[in-house]
């Protein structure tokens, strides 16, 4: 059996509907690339018949074709990084499995990755997503750039290629939770990024929540940086020597004014901009001990029910 010299990595949670739609495209646009390929589906933990389908396509392409069946839902990145620890390319690419980038851009990574780099990250050209969602990006990928010196233009775009080198690094972290694009940068020596494609959802619907995506945009600043503590320490210093000033002003004008009764709700209003500071503090160090509690209680990051593969 020939050894893949490319990989494709795809995560799968909840996706029948599209599925076939996916097959039909990825795989004569990898067979018009001319080059040895592996596809390793990763079933993370679906309740709808995604896993079903991915065994019979299993069966139909079994020399290109493998498939990760988890126990239970891991995540995303989980699922990926159960991908990077089983393929065998030399280029691994990312895909997400709606189709919003299409498989026919792959080709433009690759030849990126050819060019000597060994991360190619992909810009979504006339983006599909809505106007919020569009801007929420746009800022919060400032905010993490300027947080952990991290550069990736479009950070919520699946479609990326890393080089073997770049995996088996990522692969020796033992972190329980990380974001991969970021972790791949900060390990790639040339790393570079192209415009791409972007299509509407196949079919149904993004697994990505508001929540999910603040959550993850947490994960991605804590993970990577302590500057949102230093951020921190340093308000609070302020905060602290704005308080000392007001205190000091507000006995120097009892000594010569007299007590005051008209400033009791400004007092108030202070009061309660000191408590919510205080609480987005404890919250901000529950999102940094949290970490370190999920690191040092030792658990797998996800459980592989079965492997789908031919075996050499």
């Known amino acids: 059996m020939i050894s893949p010299t490319l990989s494709i990595v795809i995560p799968v949670y909840n996706e029948e509907s599209g599925l076939e739609t996916l097959f039909a495209r990825l795989y004569p646009a990898l067979d018009a690339l001319g080059e040895p390929y592996e596809i390793v589906f990763i079933n993370d933990g679906s309740r709808d018949r995604s896993a079903a389908i991915l065994r019979q396509q299993y069966e139909a392409r079994p020399d290109v074709t493998r498939v990760i069946l988890f126990a239970a839902n891991a995540g995303q990145h989980m699922a990926i990084m159960a991908g990077f620890e089983h393929c065998r390319g030399e280029i691994v690419v990312t895909l997400d499995a709606d189709l919003q ?3 026919e851009e792959i080709g433009k990574l690759v030849a990126k990755m050819r060019d000597g780099h060994d991360y190619v990250g992909s810009i979504r050209a006339n983006r599909q997503d809505n106007l919020f969602r569009t801007w929420a990006s746009k800022a919060m990928n400032l905010l993490r750039e300027k947080i952990t010196h991290i550069k990736i233009t479009d950070q919520g775009n699946m479609l990326r290629a890393y080089s073997r080198g770049v995996v088996n690094a990522i692969n020796s972290c033992k972190e329980v939770a990380t974001f991969i694009p970021a972790l791949a940068y900060t390990f790639a020596r040339n790393p ?7 299509e509407e959802r196949a079919a149904g619907e993004s697994k990505y929540s508001i929540y999910s995506l603040i959550r993850l945009n947490f994960d991605l600043m804590t993970g990577f940086s302590l500057v949102p503590l230093q951020w921190f320490s340093m308000l609070g210093i302020l905060v602290s020597l704005g308080s000392a000033a007001l205190f000091v002003l507000l ?4 000594l010569i004014i007299g007590p005051e009764a008209e400033g009791l709700f400004t007092l108030f209003a202070l009061m309660f901009f000191l408590i919510g ?3 987005f503090g404890i919250g901000l160090l529950g999102e940094y001990v949290g970490r370190v509690y999920q690191q040092v209680r030792h658990r797998p990051r996800y459980l592989i029910e079965a492997i789908l593969e031919r075996k050499e």
């Open 277 to 279: 500071l205080a609480l």
């Open 101 to 103: 980038n299409p498989p």
């Open 251 to 254: 006995i120097v004008r009892r």
């Open 192 to 198: 570079a990024e192209v415009v791409v494609g972007h």
